[in-house]
């Protein structure tokens, strides 16, 4: 039921990019994507509503396939600061609730 | 704007004894909120979430329990403590769209 991410970490080097996918076993209404300072709350970064959609985010986007339920995270040209770890968040229609992916440590090396 | 006010930061409790942890939001009405629970380097797990006042629906079985006495104070207790009760609690409220969390409790039983 938890979505699954990967990979579970990965390691950049500044300016490279990265992609973070997510994958439900459950069909999809929306999924949400956040990152996680080390002993910080998450913090929310985009929501994706339709199939196929593509938001940004400074130099992070991501796109919706609703029909593969799969989500991925692209990010672009790593800062420093986009180091932490990235968990998508799946919203299964009227639930409300927003269930966790596994997550994926990033950590951006100058 | 909106705010979210959790607290206590840090808590450290023995076994058996009990918990009560407080949550509320500022700037808002009929949030939906949640709690969630982090243990150390793994994912958030959904423990209780609310729609409305008194409304509360649990997600896993367990010694804690939630109550939402007031329609932006959402509270999280235990009669008594596990050593499993240990991990990163965190209340989160959403109008609709991202989800914002509080800043979080870091409860250590002992």
């Known amino acids: 039921q938890q979505p699954v991410q990967s990979p579970q970490a990965v390691i950049l080097r500044e300016g490279e990019d990265a992609v973070i996918n997510c994958s439900s076993s459950?069909?999809?209404?929306?999924v949400h994507w956040y990152r996680q300072k080390h002993g910080e709350a998450p913090v929310f970064l985009m929501i994706?509503?339709?199939?196929?959609e593509q938001k940004g985010h400074e130099k992070i986007s991501a796109s919706f396939n609703e029909k593969k339920q799969q989500s991925s995270l692209y990010l672009t040209a790593s800062q420093l600061s986009y180091s932490g770890t990235y968990f998508c968040?799946?919203?299964?229609?009227?639930?409300?609730?927003?269930?966790f992916g596994t997550g994926t440590l990033l950590a951006v090396q100058p | 704007s909106q705010t979210i006010h959790q607290w206590p930061a840090t808590l450290v409790q023995p076994v058996g004894s009990p918990l009560s942890l407080e949550c509320t939001v500022e700037g808002t009405s009929n949030p939906n909120l949640y709690w969630y629970r982090q243990a150390a380097g793994r994912g958030l797990q959904l423990l209780f979430y609310s729609v409305g006042i008194g409304q509360i629906s649990s997600e896993v079985p367990q010694n804690l329990s939630a109550s939402r006495p007031q329609d932006r104070q959402f509270i999280l207790s235990s009669k008594k403590l596990l050593l499993s009760d240990s991990g990163f609690y965190l209340c989160a409220w959403t109008g609709g769209y991202g989800y914002t969390f509080g800043s979080g409790t870091r409860l250590t039983v002992v």
């Open positions: 968040g799946t919203w299964a229609g009227a639930t409300n609730k927003l269930i």
């Open positions: 994706l509503l339709k199939g196929g």
């Open positions: 459950k069909a999809l209404y929306s």
